[in-house]
């Protein structure tokens, strides 16, 4: 396998560094004089952005984004899966329009019509009957667990190493080097010590699994599909079943969260492979980018939940937020679901991310890289790893910072946008083929500066 010339790969990367820089004077200028954002961002992980600063933006429409210097760029980031139906989507901006102008009301404590058709949806595409609405998928997390804990009278979760479920305090783990759980390095302000709430366990590892649950102690084991957030790790075949079958052995829920894996079909992987949640949760993507997450429950739990009266679900309970199921957003989810992210819809994005991948995959065979990539549906991410990570800290250990930021600098400094914090591309439905060879044509021109 080819490795890598750290020296030449310093030297490409002050080049795009400095390109950046000579391109984008208007964003630098924006980010140098904003003296009162923390960070200079309105969000600190906007600092993420490769080249010192992020890009600001201009305008925005289906998969393509103008910056303020006026530079067009095909866009594979898509707000990181938030904006998976395309920015500004017609369908989510009419039903918007309407529910802000003509009918009015963004927020006013009472629900409309939509919510019901939103929640009939969500149990035709992911199975669950009954759904409770949330602002962002961090709360519908945190909400799930609260009542994971209520109904089994489990103290702990069981979070994978490395996954990444929102700014939730139980799921910031890492597995030590002995199978202890370890606080994720960075963890900002921990409440408590992360063992005091968790047990961390590997993914497609059931014998770690079943290690932590038979501790007796857990209330709900929390996962994505296929982890998605330390690139893409697919579950290997028998282990999302295994989960399952120990779920259930050990009294344990078992939370899928499809925020990032619903690329896999209209469905996420819960419909595509047949999975079987007690807890489902889902956000970003279903309101078309404006702010909304959800969470799915069983018949069962919700009986469960009404054997304690006492939990108090509609006050100060912990569960809930004041805008929460806002007409906006279920209006916003609506016409998304509805006339967006169809069942055709996810036909043509996931041929363009099978396209997606046979283009980088082909550039790597030519060289013999060291590196792997993985497509789940819409979404495909390289690795440099080979063959492809498949637990979580396998595929922590294959990040190389330098690397990811020359070849996100060469795509942005060309045109093309990829999602800051992975290598990670996204098909949403106006992404073209034309689109996808653009960035194959330059993934290969990337990489051939880099051999030599
Ligand atoms: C799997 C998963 N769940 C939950 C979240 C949290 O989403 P949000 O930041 O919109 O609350 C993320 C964010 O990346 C995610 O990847």
Redesign the pocket.
């Given at each position: 396998m080819t490795s890598i010339d750290r020296e030449r790969l310093a030297g490409l990367l002050e080049d795009e560094r400095a390109e950046h820089s000579l391109r984008t004077p208007g964003s630098r200028k924006l980010y140098e004089s904003a003296d009162h954002l923390f960070g200079r961002v309105p969000m600190t992980w906007m600092n993420k952005w490769s080249g010192g600063y992020p890009l600001y933006l201009a305008t925005a429409h289906g998969n393509r984004i103008t910056d303020v210097d006026g530079h067009e760029y095909v866009d594979f980031a898509l707000g990181?899966t938030?904006a998976m139906a395309g920015h500004s989507p017609e369908p989510t901006v009419r039903a918007v329009q309407r529910r802000i102008g003509e009918e009015g009301g963004i927020t006013t404590m009472m629900p409309s019509g939509d919510a019901e058709w939103v929640a009939a949806d969500l149990t035709r595409r992911f199975g669950l009957p009954l759904w409770s609405f949330s602002l962002?998928?961090?709360?519908a997390?945190r909400w799930a667990l609260r009542l994971a804990r209520l109904v089994t009278g489990k103290p702990r979760v069981l979070a994978f190493s490395f996954c990444?479920?929102?700014?939730v305090d139980e799921t910031f783990v890492m597995m030590g080097p002995d199978g202890e759980t370890l606080l994720r390095s960075g963890n900002v302000g921990p409440s408590r010590d992360i063992r005091d709430t968790t047990r961390a366990a590997e993914f497609n590892d059931l014998e770690s699994v079943e290690r932590a649950l038979a501790h007796g102690d857990i209330a709900v084991v929390i996962t994505?599909p296929a982890l998605?957030?330390i690139g893409i790790v697919l579950p290997e075949p028998g282990f999302l079943d295994g989960l399952r079958e120990l779920c259930t052995k050990y009294g344990a829920l078992l939370l899928i969260?499809e925020?990032?894996t619903i690329s896999a079909g209209p469905g996420g992987c819960t419909q595509a492979w047949g999975l079987q949640p007690d807890i489902f949760?889902i956000?970003?993507s279903l309101g078309g980018g404006i702010p909304c997450?959800a969470y799915g429950i069983t018949h069962e739990i919700a009986e469960r939940v009404r054997d304690y009266p006492d939990a108090d679900l509609v006050d100060v309970g912990g569960v809930g937020g004041t805008l929460a199921g806002n007409v906006l957003s279920t209006a916003a989810m609506r016409a998304t679901l509805g006339e967006v992210l169809t069942d055709s819809a996810f036909q043509h994005m996931i041929a363009l991310a099978t396209r997606y991948r046979e283009g980088v995959d082909d550039v790597i065979a030519r060289h013999d890289m060291p590196w792997s990539i993985t497509q789940l549906g819409a979404r495909a991410e390289y690795r440099f790893a080979r063959p492809a990570p498949r637990t979580g800290t396998d595929s922590a250990n294959a990040y190389d910072g330098e690397l990811e930021e020359y070849l996100h600098l060469f795509m942005a400094n060309r045109g093309v946008l990829m999602t800051p914090f992975h290598n990670m591309a996204l098909m949403c439905p106006t992404t073209t083929a034309a689109d996808v060879d653009l960035h194959s044509a330059l993934f290969a021109e990337a990489v051939r500066r880099l051999v030599g």
């Open positions: 990181d938030g962002t998928a961090t709360d997390n990444y479920h929102g700014a994505e998605t957030n969260d925020t990032h949760v956000g970003k997450g």
